[in-house]
C-alpha cells in the first residue's frame, strides 16, 4: 500500500506544477486597434467598466515630432492623404449653368433686384452670363420699365424719353456710359458734338477724319445739289457757326440716288427731305436738352471768347 500512495503524491506534485497561471500574448501588430482587455475566465479579474479607457500596452512611448523627424503613427490607424480620401480623381467643381442660375434667382426676384439699380450697374449685370443678358437687353415692355426706372431716379439729366426708333438700353448708352471711341478706341470726349443726327460716338481725331465741315447755307462739293437737302448733318457745341457732313452718310446717299431710276429718283428724294426735316425737329429737343447739361456742367459757358475750334476752317 506504500507504493501507490508515493505515486498518488508525485502525480498531485505534477498536477499543481501544470495548472500553473497562464500568460497572455498581446498583439502588438498595427492590424489591432487597441490591446485587448484579458478574458475573465483567463486572467480570473473583473472585466473594465464600460465607458473606461482600454488597458495601456507597456511598450514604451513614441518619440515627439521634433526628435524624431515626422509624427508618431497611431496605433491600427493608416494615415491617408486628403487625395485618397476623396478619390484618385479630383474634380473641380462644375461652373453654373443657366439652369442652376434659374434655379437659384427666379425672374421674379431677379426683376425686382434691377428695379433698384442705378444703369451702369444694370450695365455690368447684364456682361455676367448669358441669362442676365437676355433679360435686361430684351425689348419686353418688362425690361424696358426696368430701365427706365433706373433712368429716372438715377440720372436728372434724361429727362425726355427715348426717340421713336430707340430702346431704353440703346438710349442710355449713347447719353450715359460711352466711354471709348468707336473708331479707335481711345477716350470718348462727351458734348464735343452732337450725336442726335449720326449717333455715332467718336474721339475728336477721328470725328474730324471722317467729317466735312462747311459753312452754314453753302454746299461741299463732294455733294452733288440734287441730294443736299437729303442727308443729315451735325454740329458742334461751342462753335455753331460749322454745318458738318459724316463721309459715310455722303456716300450712302450718292449709292442710293445711282441705284435708282431717273423715273424714281424724285420720289426718293422727296421722301428722303420729309424724313430729314422732319427727324431734324424731333431730334433738336435732345440737342436742347444735351446742351443744357453742358452748361450746367461747365462744359460749354457761351460768354467765353475761346470756345473756337483748334482748327480753323
Not at 214 to 220: A, C, L, V, W, Y
Not at 267 to 276: K, S
Amino acid at each position: 500500500m506504500a507504493l501507490p500512495r508515493k505515486i498518488t503524491r508525485l502525480f498531485s506534485k505534477l498536477q499543481k506544477q501544470k495548472s500553473g497561471p497562464k500568460k497572455l500574448r498581446i498583439d502588438t501588430s498595427r492590424n489591432s486597434r487597441f490591446p485587448q482587455p484579458l478574458s475573465p475566465s483567463l486572467s480570473g479579474s473583473p472585466p473594465p467598466l464600460s465607458g473606461s479607457p482600454p488597458p495601456l500596452s507597456r511598450s514604451p512611448p513614441p518619440l515627439s515630432p521634433s526628435l524624431s523627424g515626422s509624427p508618431p503613427p497611431l496605433l491600427g490607424y493608416e494615415i491617408k492623404s486628403p487625395k485618397s480620401l476623396l478619390g484618385s480623381d479630383i474634380k473641380s467643381p462644375r461652373p453654373l449653368s443657366e439652369s442652376d442660375i434659374k434655379f437659384i434667382i427666379p425672374p421674379e426676384i431677379f426683376i425686382e433686384i434691377c428695379l433698384h439699380l442705378a444703369p451702369q450697374d444694370l450695365y455690368s449685370l447684364s456682361t455676367v452670363c448669358k441669362y442676365f443678358r437676355n433679360i435686361l437687353w430684351s425689348t419686353s415692355n418688362t425690361t424696358q420699365t426696368i430701365w427706365e426706372k433706373s433712368r429716372i431716379k438715377y440720372s436728372s439729366y434724361l429727362k425726355l424719353p427715348p426717340p421713336f426708333d430707340m430702346t431704353e438700353q440703346e438710349y442710355i448708352w449713347l447719353t450715359l456710359l460711352p466711354k471709348n471711341c468707336q473708331f479707335c478706341s481711345k477716350p470718348y470726349k462727351q458734348y464735343l458734338y452732337n450725336i442726335w443726327p449720326s449717333r455715332i460716338v467718336a474721339c475728336e481725331s477721328c470725328f474730324r477724319k471722317n467729317t466735312i465741315y462747311t459753312i452754314k447755307d453753302d454746299r461741299p462739293r463732294c455733294i452733288p445739289r440734287e441730294i443736299f437737302n437729303c442727308i443729315p448733318h451735325t454740329r458742334y457745341f461751342y462753335y455753331e457757326i460749322f454745318v458738318i457732313y459724316w463721309i459715310s452718310d455722303i456716300e450712302l446717299a450718292k449709292e442710293e440716288y445711282n441705284s435708282l431710276d431717273k423715273s424714281q429718283r424724285e420720289e426718293w428724294i422727296g421722301e428722303r427731305t420729309e424724313q430729314v426735316k422732319r427727324a431734324k425737329e424731333v431730334l433738336n429737343l435732345y440737342f436742347q436738352q444735351d446742351y443744357q447739361e453742358v452748361y450746367k456742367c461747365g462744359v460749354f459757358n457761351p460768354n467765353r471768347t475761346n470756345n473756337e475750334p483748334r482748327k480753323k476752317f
